[in-house]
């Protein structure tokens, strides 16, 4: 079964695919933001390599990384259409389509990385999983995209009372809006590659982001004060689309589920390493990082943002749920 995929806007991807996809019976195409070498793109590159092993051959995954495909919410939407075969997205664009998507990105709802691997590697990650099954994708597994918290050029934060009137950027998001405006700060959304300029001349104190982000975007070098506060710690998904899925053999999508969930622990350990990497080259640069902190004052002041957005007996129930779990 050959299957040839018209990608919108990538001709020259998509001749390169068609010279790959000779070797292969079935050819998936996977669609990333994230530049090459990044743990996401590397795990679903190692789920693609044991993929044509075990089939012998018959299945291959190529990865499209850097949005080569399309941004992200372009991405989703080609995969639930069937023009991309797989997709790794964040749980953000999702919010409005899947609402459990929305419960898992609120702040402080996971006490920690592995309190969200348990939640979303469980009944509440299968829960969530026929959410999407709803729109047309098919969950192959969680990955990890990492621990958000905040950084700033003014000071330390190691109390809900230091970030009292302080400018933070933000995603372009309702939730974080009303996170930063709980803890008393000021929300300034903006796009991402606006950030390093703004926090250099004053514009905004600080923003908020993951350790790999912070080191890579060279924010530590106008922000040196980073807070292990952890308010988000936000899961992934690697789905494939219903349409692709549907054209394998129930021994393939077996198989392809398998080497999914497998590349999951490939994926997280790729992540932990690149962590430390990025730690220590913040450090080295003279970066102060912030880790003993009492987070619960933080969590008690999400009470007006939770009473907003968990106002469903449905929301409610998950998030007891995703809260009760071990």
């Known amino acids: 079964m050959t299957r040839t995929l018209l990608i919108c806007g990538t001709i020259l991807a998509g001749g390169a695919s068609a010279a790959f996809a000779a070797d292969c019976e079935v050819q998936l195409r996977s669609a990333d933001t994230h530049p090459d070498g990044y743990p996401t793109v590397e795990a679903v590159r190692w789920l693609g390599t044991q993929l ?55 702040p402080y709802i996971f006490r920690s990385a592995d309190h969200m691997h348990k939640v979303m590697d469980g009944p509440i990650g299968d829960q969530i999983a026929e959410g999407f099954a709803k729109h047309d994708l ?19 934060i190691k109390e809900v009372a230091d970030l009292k009137g302080m400018k933070f950027r933000v995603m372009q998001s309702d939730v974080f809006v009303d996170m930063m405006s709980a803890l008393g700060a000021n929300a300034t959304p903006m796009p991402y590659g606006e950030v390093y300029s703004s926090i250099q ?13 912070y080191d890579t975007s060279g924010h530590a ?17 690697l789905a494939v689309s219903k349409l692709s899925w549907e054209k394998l053999s129930p021994e393939d999508q077996a198989l392809l589920k398998e080497v999914g969930q497998e590349s999951v622990p490939v994926m997280r350990d790729l992540w932990n390493k690149k962590v430390a990497e990025s730690e220590a080259a913040v450090v080295k640069a003279g970066a102060e990082i912030t880790r003993d902190i009492d987070k619960q004052p933080f969590i008690d002041a999400m009470a007006p943002v939770y009473e907003k957005y968990v106002a469903t007996p449905e929301a409610k129930d998950l998030v007891a749920k995703i809260q009760a779990t071990e």
Do not use: W
């Open 138 to 156: 098919v969950v192959l597994g969680y990955y990890d995209g990492g621990a958000r918290s905040f950084y700033n050029s003014q000071k330390p």
């Open 221 to 237: 070098e106008v922000a040196k004060y980073y807070t292990l506060d952890e308010h988000l710690i936000m899961p992934e998904v």
């Open 201 to 213: 001349t004053g514009v905004i104190d600080g923003a908020e982001n993951n350790q790999p982000s």
């Open 52 to 106: 044509k092993e075990r089939s012998q051959g018959r299945i291959c995954v190529e990865v499209f990384p850097a949005s080569a495909l399309g941004e992200e919410k372009d991405a989703i939407e080609q995969t639930q259409f069937g023009v991309i075969d797989m997709v790794r997205a964040s749980f953000g664009p999702f919010n409005n389509l899947v609402p459990e998507t929305q419960i898992v990105s609120l």
